[in-house]
């Protein structure tokens, strides 16, 4: 379950990178409102986030089509949030238009590609409500990953939809990618 502390005031891009750098281990967040969210990941969900990131970067680095970040990159989305998704991937050229600054700060974009995978601690709902966040916010698709009741969902802009739980493909966001859901097992 996030840990949602409602400040006095709205937590600024530099107090969250100094909490960041403070507490590493946890992923610290800050919702549209300007709360900062707090949800450290256990074993299980860090072992399960890694298979997905090497997955992901498998195919971004055969692609050559943008880089790939783990949960530690903070995304400052159109909306003043910064989330943390545990892997997105972002389009070259996307990647590429923002200046040294930004890339090096909490980069001022939505990745194009998001993924959440439910920890025992997480609600289903708040997750939801994360993934369609992202969508409001420009993702082309995200992914959400409960690997507790083997459901996957699938979010773009015009639906979401539920999916088997063996391998699932983004195509045509992520062309040539799918996500092998058994080795999270």
Not at 87 to 103: F, G, I, M, P, Y
Not at 168 to 183: H, K, V
Request: hydrophobic fraction near 35%; charge should be negative; charged fraction near 30%.
């Amino acid at each position: 379950m996030a840990i949602t502390l409602r400040e006095t005031h709205e937590i600024t891009d530099e107090e969250l990178r100094e909490l960041s750098r403070r507490n590493p281990g946890y992923q610290l967040e800050r919702d549209a409102e300007g709360r900062l969210i707090v949800t450290p990941a256990g074993g299980e969900s860090g072992r399960r986030t890694a298979e997905v990131l090497g997955q992901l970067r498998d195919w971004a680095r055969e692609a050559r089509n943008g880089p790939v970040f783990d949960s530690s990159t903070g995304f400052k989305l159109p909306d003043g949030s910064v989330r943390s998704p545990d892997a997105a991937w972002v389009r070259e050229d996307r990647w590429r238009a923002l200046t040294e600054d930004q890339r090096e700060t909490f980069p001022p974009l939505c990745p194009d590609a998001v993924f959440e995978i439910r920890s025992r601690s997480d609600l289903i709902d708040d997750l939801r409500a994360k993934m369609q966040s992202y969508i409001q916010n420009g993702a082309a698709v995200g992914l959400l990953i409960d690997p507790y009741d083997r459901i996957a969902e699938v979010y773009r802009c015009s639906s979401t939809t539920g999916s088997s739980y063996d391998r699932i493909s983004l195509e045509p966001e992520l062309p040539g990618f799918a996500l092998d859901l058994n080795a999270l097992d």
